[in-house]
């Protein structure tokens, strides 16, 4: 019977090869040779009939392994968009090792005696015994785009060797309730505790195996598509999953797909997949698996690469398995990892497990003193997943006798060069063939490798050129790749590599030296111009030098962010409403002549952002179309350029300005902060300056008039350096890194900076500061921990060490705070208290008299979940507008809310001019989501 005995340790995310007195590992351990012999004895267990398997899970139990798994008959591969992937049991004599029987148990539209599956891939199952006498499995359905995922179980009759005909919806216990397992409910409970990612409609699956401890069955869950992540329990009778705390920090990152455990002390630890940046593992602890630490790569996992990892114990000891990213013969997911430790921080290689036919998502079971495994392999298609294989790992805790043994020689592929002329092979793992050549190419040898990635080195110094899908959706463009590593762009035509519309590429160049490596994914040809040669070589990791170097060929690609972009005055119609996907609030003003100016973010809270204005000449009663588009993209740069955070702000001279940052990508480690501003926002065709960078970062909120007449503004640079492939860029950046104060003495001419404060755990700080009635600044700030303050006594110069303010309670996400005309101060948060909050829900405002001491009132403006980010102003009149967003990916909506100082107090609307819940605009065209399947 497979089990998972309890077991931990404090975890400070430093993590060393194993250096204690006592080793577990023998000296002179081959650990490749142990993963051989291992490899040498799996069994292949799906049906005869099977071309596409996928992460399979397992019981062991009176002798047989009842392994389930992901199966198609059509196809190499799996995805959670292809309908005929349906899960099977293999069952699997230990004794004989010889497969008994297989039984398929859920697919698409599959009627049972209670239900009928809807359409769909049956997805990700996993087993359990329940009792004696049954085996419960379960499944995702899920058809992505069109319905909510649904996980289900059907229970196995050991006695029978049947599955019962009945299937029953699998629950999610969450703070809110209880409710089917669905994404939604996930999603919706992870952004209570501040997870800011969009929702998804499929990827939720049981991940981990189940593990006990005490009398308490655990699993780690995740939302793939969503790269959501947490511990999760299931109750006694095996029909609920209760969510125990969500492990999603950094959010900057890609994280999902983990593995659990517990160390010798107690501590919780997490293992996660991360398909961001340099798609190493991150790791995570937590004292009580409600309150998890953000996540770090550690030493021990060097060069992982996303896929799934397994965290368990067997005995005494603790085996991790990670998928390195070092590939044999150019395949994907060709080298495992398993080390082996008594206490969860020192680590050593027991296997390593190398092979071309892929060696990835493995589980492993102990049964009466030997563990077992069951594995993902495949022989020829790109993906590898083509069938489960199973076997012995070990008598537990055993290290077989490599006495007289040596590792045998494999033979390497032969990869003959090719020759650019139309009809020639171009892949040694796909028949497409070349379709057209420029001039240029003519006759010149290319690499012929796989079309997935590989690692090649200069053998003949010269000028190689590369050739990759130019970026437009579904390519797989790597032009970003090329630029990182120094190659530049050649001024030919897009031509066709072979057919088909994503496949027309760009040519690019680079003189390369005798001795460099290049590394690229999917899809790079490379040529050689006369006299070079390069050659496919084992991956190796990348040095200092190389890491530097292409450091700096990317601070050199930022440089397209200091090019100031376009004010569009004439945006339609293709930035009509019905073209607008998303809807995120920038923020609202007020013009001398009374037009109300709104600005929100289109394209997403991600590298597509773009900034759309609307104004309104009734109040907010209606609004126009579209006016004023801020979009800084180009089909010309290799990497999007965004807006994504900015403001409105009506200044004493009643000029409009627009201030906004651009970067690349999200950001690019330094980004900047510009402006346009419009001496006419009242006219019936405004115009707007050429806009002009201010200083580097971004900003989210207005600036501020101090009593003396100096402008203020909040400039955030933020304290991570560059994010995804900008990670590290402009380190000289560092010591001006934080919630940056800038002033201006010659209305907005120029601006000089004045100061800054370093906030823990900031997440981009947008910061707002009020001027007090001593004269000192009040910063509050955005944090991890919720709003943070700090303050200064002299201009901004210096600010004091920041602490949590009183009574306020926020969760990581925009507030606003600004002082009114009657002295107040005025604060939105979310929370119908002031000293708490449950989520981005309840979005609230209050006064304070006593300048942030003390709060009164709690007018709830919308009450509902997924609003956030608030900005607003006073209007002379005394009346307050606030505009904000709700779910912005899916309904896309910005609204508005007007009302009074009275209403505040009153908790209720009492004037006869407030209203709430007013409609500015609503993202009316929905793209379809990009489909992202567990791979």
């Keep these: 019977m497979k089990y998972a005995l309890g077991f931990t340790v404090h975890f400070f995310l430093i993590v060393s090869l194993c250096t204690a007195a006592e080793p577990l590992v023998p000296a002179g351990w081959d650990a490749a040779l142990a993963g051989d012999q291992v490899l040498e004895r799996l069994i292949p267990v799906t049906g005869k009939q099977v071309k596409g398997a996928h992460d399979a899970e397992m019981v062991l139990w009176d002798d047989h392994a009842f392994i389930v798994a992901e199966v198609n008959d059509t196809r190499a591969g799996e995805s959670a968009g292809w309908p005929e992937i349906y899960c099977a049991m293999s069952i699997v004599n230990l004794k004989s090792l010889k497969v008994e029987a297989v039984i398929p148990f859920a697919r698409s539209s599959q009627k049972y005696e209670n239900e009928t599956l809807p359409v769909g891939a049956c997805f990700v199952p996993r087993i359990l015994q329940h009792d004696e006498n049954t085996l419960r499995c379960f499944f995702a359905s899920e058809q992505p785009g069109k319905r909510q995922a649904q996980t289900w179980f059907v229970d196995f009759n050991l006695s029978t060797r049947a599955f019962e005909n009945k299937i029953q919806k699998l629950k999610l216990k969450i703070a809110s309730g209880t409710f089917d397992m669905q994404p939604q409910y996930f999603h919706s409970d992870a952004v209570a505790s501040g997870f800011?990612?969009?929702?998804?409609?499929?990827?939720?699956?049981?991940?981990?195996?189940?593990?006990?401890?005490?009398?308490?069955?655990?699993?780690?869950?995740?939302?793939?598509?969503?790269?959501?992540?947490?511990?999760?329990?299931?109750?006694?009778?095996?029909?609920?999953?209760?969510?125990?705390?969500?492990?999603?920090?950094?959010?900057?990152?890609?994280?999902?797909?983990?593995?659990?455990?517990?160390?010798?002390?107690?501590?919780?630890?997490?293992?996660?997949?991360?398909?961001?940046?340099?798609?190493?593992?991150?790791?995570?602890t937590s004292q009580d698996g409600h309150n998890w630490i953000e996540g770090t790569p550690v030493t021990a996992v060097p060069n992982g690469t996303n896929s799934k990892p397994t965290f368990d114990k067997f005995g005494d000891v603790y085996y991790l398995g990670w998928q390195e990213a070092t590939r044999i013969d150019g395949v994907n997911r060709s080298v495992f990892n398993i080390d082996v430790s008594r206490d969860g921080k020192t680590w050593q290689r027991k296997y390593r497990f190398e092979t071309p036919q892929s060696f990835q998502y493995p589980t492993f079971a102990e049964y009466e003193g030997a563990i077992w495994l069951c594995v993902t392999q495949g022989d020829s298609s790109p993906s590898r997943k083509e069938r489960i294989m199973f076997g012995k790992l070990e008598e537990t805790g055993v290290f077989a006798s490599q006495a007289g043994m040596q590792r045998k020689e494999k033979p390497k592929p032969v990869v003959q060069p090719a020759v650019m002329q139309p009809g020639v092979e171009l892949f040694t793992d796909r028949q497409y063939r070349l379709q057209e050549v420029p001039e240029l190419l003519k006759g010149l040898k290319f690499l012929k490798t796989t079309i997935e990635g590989y690692e090649a080195v200069c053998s003949d110094a010269g000028t190689l050129y590369a050739l990759t899908p130019a970026r437009r959706p579904g390519a797989a463009s790597r032009e970003l790749d090329l630029i990182r590593q120094g190659f530049e762009k050649v001024n030919l035509p897009e031509f066709p590599l072979f057919p088909g519309e994503i496949n027309r590429v760009t040519t690019w160049r680079k003189q390369v030296k005798q001795g460099e490596h290049l590394r690229f994914q999917k899809l790079v040809l490379l040529v050689m111009g006369a006299g070079t040669s390069v050659e496919v070589t084992e991956a190796t990791p990348r040095s200092k030098e190389e890491k530097q170097a292409e450091i700096k060929n990317m601070e050199r690609l930022a440089d397209l962010a200091l090019v100031p972009p376009v004010v569009n005055t004439s945006p339609l119609p293709e930035y009509d409403s019905d073209k607008l996907d998303y809807g995120m609030t920038i923020g609202i003003e007020r013009t001398p002549g009374g037009r109300l100016w709104a600005c929100w973010v289109a394209g997403g809270d991600s590298p597509k952002a773009f900034f759309v204005l609307a104004s309104s000449d009734d109040d907010g009663a209606s609004w126009s179309r579209p006016r004023v588009v801020l979009d800084s993209h180009s089909p010309d740069h290799p990497i999007d350029r965004s807006i994504l955070v900015g403001n409105l702000w009506t200044d004493p001279l009643g000029r409009l300005w627009l201030i906004f940052d651009q970067s690349l990508h999200m950001f690019d480690g330094r980004a900047g902060v510009w402006a346009t501003v419009c001496e006419n926002p009242d006219a019936e065709n405004p115009e707007w300056s050429k806009p002009h960078r201010i200083w580097h970062g971004v900003t989210l909120n207005k600036p501020i008039v101090l009593s003396h007449g100096e402008w203020m503004l909040p400039i955030s640079l933020d304290q991570r350096s560059g994010f995804g492939p900008f990670k590290g860029c402009f380190k000289e950046l560092d010591a001006q890194r934080g919630a940056n104060v800038f002033v201006s003495t010659d209305q907005g001419a120029t601006w000089q900076h004045r100061g800054a404060a370093v906030f823990p755990d900031p997440d981009w700080h947008e910061h707002m500061i009020v001027e007090r009635k001593d004269g000192s600044l009040w910063m509050l700030a955005r944090t991890r921990k919720g709003i943070m303050q700090t303050t200064s006594t002299d201009g901004g110069r210096t600010w004091a060490t920041p602490s949590l303010p009183p009574q306020i309670r926020q969760p990581n996400a925009r507030f606003h705070i600004r002082r009114l005309a009657s002295g107040r101060l005025l604060l939105i948060k979310h929370g119908e208290k002031i000293d708490s909050h449950q989520g981005r829900v309840q979005l609230s405002a209050w006064l304070s008299d006593d300048d942030g001491l003390t709060w009164q009132g709690g007018l709830v403006i919308d009450e509902r979940k997924g609003i956030s980010y608030p900005d607003g102003f006073q209007a002379p009149d005394g009346s307050i507008y606030i505009s904000y967003d709700r779910n912005r990916s899916t309904d896309g909506e910005i609204l508005l809310a007007k009302f009074t100082e009275q209403d505040i107090l009153a908790k209720k609307l009492v004037c006869p001019q407030s209203r709430l819940k007013q409609l500015i605009s609503k993202a009316t065209h929905a793209e379809k989501e990009t489909k992202r399947t567990p791979e």
């Excluded at 969503?226 to 920090?249: C, F, M, S």
């Excluded at 994280?255 to 517990?262: F, G, H, T, V």
């Design 196 to 284: 800011r990612k969009p929702a998804k409609d499929f990827g939720l699956y049981l991940f981990d195996s189940f593990k006990n401890w005490g009398d308490q069955t655990y699993i780690a869950i995740n939302n793939f598509a969503g790269k959501q992540n947490a511990l999760a329990r299931i109750n006694d009778q095996h029909d609920t999953i209760e969510v125990l705390g969500h492990y999603n920090e950094p959010q900057s990152a890609q994280l999902s797909e983990s593995a659990i455990n517990r160390l010798p002390d107690g501590t919780w630890m997490a293992i996660c997949r991360n398909d961001g940046g340099d798609r190493n593992y991150y790791f995570t």
